[in-house]
């Protein structure tokens, strides 16, 4: 597509649910990366993704946060056990990164908006 | 670890004026450096880049920054601004390192232009 896709654009759960948040990169992107903007901050990194393989997931705050993407494309936050304090913006990026190119800028979606009830 | 500091949570600038939106950053080699625009319900949208070279960056909208490695300091500037300029602008950093690939981001300024 022409940009990164995110969806939902809003998403409303009740604490304790298990959520999915999906990400269509730009076609052609290797790497994919997933941020958090809580209100009045900057996006935190969370994971980045080479290929199929999660690269660096350092930032991933607990063991209820996970991504995958199977296929080297589109991919998956899912979330277990909400809590009131994951609610926040939910930013995907992608961008053409390999050997080479490690200064290209990221392009990112419009976010998905979480708030945990 | 590598940080990045944006000391004003707004600036105000009359239409016309010049603007700045401080950006001073912390890394442990040599920094790629970014800006960022953020529209009211809009995703970010990337504004310019310094990678090497020429201290002075220019990139969309009539933007540009200068880096400057002995202050540590990356300052977004226009000389003369507009409404629509109106937005939240992030600076970001990371690292030269080989594989290291996150983006580190201020807290963001707030931008207000004055008609």
């Known amino acids: 597509g022409a940009g990164v896709s995110q969806t939902p654009s809003n998403k409303v759960t009740e604490k304790g649910k298990y959520v999915e948040l999906r990400c269509d990169p730009i076609s052609g992107h290797t790497a994919l990366y997933w941020y958090r903007q809580s209100l009045g901050q900057g996006p935190e990194f969370l994971i980045y993704?080479?290929?199929?393989?999660?690269?660096?997931d350092s930032g991933l705050p607990n063991d209820r946060f996970f991504a995958v993407r199977p296929e080297g494309s589109v991919s998956t936050l899912k979330i277990q056990r909400t809590e009131r304090g994951d609610s926040a913006v939910y930013l995907c990026a992608s961008s053409l990164t390999f050997r080479g190119t490690e200064n290209t800028e990221a392009f990112f979606g419009q976010g998905t908006r979480l708030t945990v009830v | 670890a590598q940080s990045v500091a944006q000391p004003e949570d707004q600036v105000n600038v009359a239409e016309g004026n010049p603007l700045t939106v401080k950006c001073t950053y912390s890394v442990s080699g040599n920094p790629y450096l970014f800006w960022y625009v953020q529209y009211p319900n809009r995703g970010l949208q990337f504004l310019l880049k310094?990678?090497?070279?020429?201290?002075l960056v220019k990139g969309s909208y009539g933007f540009e920054a200068e880096f400057n490695k002995s202050q540590t300091s990356f300052h977004l500037k226009k000389p003369s601004a507009l409404v629509s300029d109106s937005a939240l602008y992030f600076c970001a950093v990371r690292d030269r390192k080989a594989g290291s690939y996150q983006l580190t981001f201020g807290k963001g300024t707030k931008l207000s232009v004055i008609p």
């Open positions: 310094y990678i090497t070279g020429d201290n």
């Open positions: 993704f080479q290929g199929t393989g999660a690269a660096d």
